[in-house]
């Protein structure tokens, strides 16, 4: 690149001169016109270069003729050769003109009469070869470090040509007006926003390059704002309407996000309203009220105030109105076989004592709510529990001369989901609704196996996600599991409430055991398990269970309407295993499993599934007497050789399919 040299343009002017001769000179009328200070300049910067644009400029001078009669000839010489007629003139793109010189000249004719000047012409001035500008290196090397208001935030630019630039710092992409420095303060105004630079060249004004964004700048830690509210009315009535009145304040001169404030209304402690104003109904009489402001701040952290609240006031009834039933609760532990008691606070501006209140308690399904009691007190019933069910309790205030407004109050029945999937590696997750308080909580399976509490957690009010390999799979499988909580510090004891793990639409690959109450499901562990027995891959069902043959409705086939149930040791629970003869057990593997169907003796002996417990299958179908199939397509029992299996007899079995 050639060095580029900045020169100032200059002007020519030649005066015409009178005739020769000696003595005192006299002003002598020009008579022929003449051109004065030519010169010419470049549109495109203050270096000539091929490819840019000038424009000559001249004054025309005639004592004779106006200038409006100017006819003079513009020309543009290169090295003293005429290249260019007229007042402007682009160099070519031609690296041959690099080093030459170029003027602007003019020979000043008079258009009315034809008089000619002498020629005048500019300064000659070089030309050099075309400024290309290099594409530089700009970042931003503190933008991982410094990006909260109040940082400085430094650039580099890094290339290794002779020009100069200059910076412009941007704001989301928008320059930011002013900002041309080296090291750029952040302000409140870059909070949430990020922030970039670019280098400008400063002869052409071109963008070479720009840094990468920063992450959106952090706000500045520093005072919470304050909120200084308004005192409520000194007496306080039914009909009344309350505004929340506050100031806003800030250490750090945040300014406040009015957009976000927020307004709370209390009536007993108990959130009711968030509006601004609140309206007074006879229904509040008696009741405690209060209003609270919690203010923002758009910049800085701490965004939010403390929420400010009133003093508490009274709602005072008008002279003369009925009775009132107040504070209307509900106490007791929502779970099924447990007392719920009514309770609310009777209030009369005249003094007139209660008498024969009247009571209702409803269960709430599906937005249907049943009438269950008139009595103050309620046992909540097993068949209650649900999820979204809810228990509402109303009381009609009644004194001897009149009865009051029915106040009602509705609380959530307690209920719990379990999300997750009931089969190996699989977690379940509880989501507990209208709980009591507790002390701790574990996991309970049905089995009568094992009897232990699982999953323990003493965190109060906390019940730990449970994975189902941990639940001990060989006693526990195809059994349901229980939360169980402990309102006392006592595990396992006569007040503990369990309730089973029902099926939703978040649990899945539980198995349904129980035809009559499908929403009862149990643990489904390895349901199949693949191996590989002298290099040959296959699969193994587990042992049907009496509810899955039926669930497929095979036992309305005639092929198999004789299969029974087992009978197995565990016999308080409902879990059955299936038996068939030994031929029905081959054509039922083959048509549900595929083949070659009932396990065979060498896979069931090598692989050891049945005894064993190998893959934790339930104990108590796989030490059942087991049916196998031999090579040569005879059945035996267990494996043995020596043992065949009698044809007409019933045995458990295994489904046995080749794997793809």
Request: net charge negative; hydrophobic share 30%.
């Amino acid at each position: 690149m050639y060095k580029k040299i900045s020169v100032m343009l200059l002007t020519t002017t030649l005066v015409a001169c009178g005739g020769e001769g000696s003595g005192a000179s006299s002003t002598k009328i020009v008579s022929y016109p003449e051109a004065v200070n030519v010169a010419f300049e470049n549109l495109e910067g203050d270096v000539i270069e091929i490819g840019d644009n000038l424009k000559g400029t001249y004054s025309f001078v005639s004592n004779t003729t106006p200038e409006e009669m100017d006819g003079s000839d513009l020309y543009w010489e290169i090295d003293g050769s005429s290249v260019y007629k007229g007042s402007t003139y682009r160099i070519p793109m031609d690296n041959n003109l690099v080093g030459l010189e170029i003027r602007f000249c003019v020979k000043p004719i008079n258009r009315g009469n034809r008089a000619e000047g002498s020629k005048t012409c500019s300064t000659s001035l070089p030309i050099e070869s075309k400024y290309v500008p290099q594409t530089p290196k700009v970042s931003i090397p503190n933008a991982a470090t410094n990006n909260t208001v109040g940082s400085p935030l430094d650039v580099w630019v890094l290339d290794s040509s002779d020009y100069d630039t200059r910076v412009q710092w941007y704001r989301n992409e928008k320059a930011i007006q002013g900002i041309t420095q080296q090291q750029y303060w952040l302000t409140r105004d870059d909070e949430g926003h990020q922030i970039s630079v670019c280098a400008f060249d400063k002869k052409t004004n071109i963008k070479l390059a720009c840094s990468a964004k920063t992450n959106a700048i952090q706000p500045r830690t520093g005072e919470r704002p304050d909120v200084d509210i308004t005192a409520l009315p000194t007496k306080i009535e039914v009909g009344q309407s309350l505004y929340l009145d506050y100031d806003y304040s800030d250490r750090d001169s945040d300014k406040e996000d009015k957009s976000r404030v927020s307004f709370g209304w209390y009536l007993n402690d108990k959130k009711i309203a968030t509006t601004r104003s609140l309206s007074l109904s006879e229904s509040m009489a008696g009741n405690r009220v209060k209003g609270c402001v919690t203010a923002y701040a758009q910049t800085g952290l701490p965004k939010n105030s403390i929420e400010t609240c009133t003093a508490t006031g009274t709602v005072w009834a008008i002279k003369g109105s009925i009775p009132r039933a107040m504070n209307a609760g509900i106490e007791g532990v929502r779970f099924g076989g447990h007392k719920l008691t009514g309770v609310y606070k009777y209030y009369d501006l005249n003094n007139d004592p209660e008498s024969d209140s009247r009571y209702e308690w409803s269960v709430i399904k599906n937005n249907v709510a049943t009438t269950v009691s008139s009595d103050r007190t309620y046992t909540l019933q097993v068949s209650d529990e649900g999820k979204g069910n809810k228990i509402r309790f109303c009381v009609t205030p009644v004194n001897a001369k009149e009865q009051g407004n029915t106040e009602c109050v509705t609380e959530n029945i307690a209920w719990f989901e379990g999300h997750g999937q009931l089969i190996e590696g699989g977690v379940i997750t509880p989501h507990l609704s209208g709980y009591p308080d507790f002390k701790l909580s574990y996991w309970m399976s049905a089995s009568k196996m094992i009897t232990s509490a699982m999953e323990l957690d003493f965190t109060d009010n906390k019940v730990k996600p449970v994975s189902v390999d941990k639940l001990a799979p060989s006693f526990n499988n195809l059994y349901p599991v229980s939360l169980c909580i402990s309102l006392d510090e006592e595990i396992q004891n006569s007040d503990d409430i369990c309730r089973e793990v029902k099926s939703n639409v978040k649990l899945t690959a539980g198995m349904i055991f129980d035809n009559s109450d499908k929403t009862r499901v149990a643990m489904n562990y390895k349901r199949e398990v693949k191996v590989t027995v002298s290099g040959k891959k296959y699969r193994i069902r587990r042992p049907y269970t009496w509810e899955e043959f039926k669930e497929l409705n095979m036992d309305k086939d005639p092929g198999f309407s004789s299969a029974e149930p087992s009978i197995i040791r565990d016999a308080s629970n409902v879990v059955k295993g299936l038996k068939m003869t030994p031929k029905q057990a081959n054509d039922f593997c083959l048509r549900t499993y595929g083949a070659p169907g009932v396990i065979s003796s060498a896979i069931n002996f090598s692989d050891g599934v049945i005894p064993g417990g190998r893959h934790q299958w339930p104990i108590y179908l796989t030490t059942q007497q087991f049916v196998t199939k031999e090579p040569d397509g005879k059945y035996v029992v267990d494996s043995n050789e020596y043992v065949p299996a009698k044809m007409d007899s019933k045995y458990a079995f295994a489904c046995l399919a080749v794997a793809e």
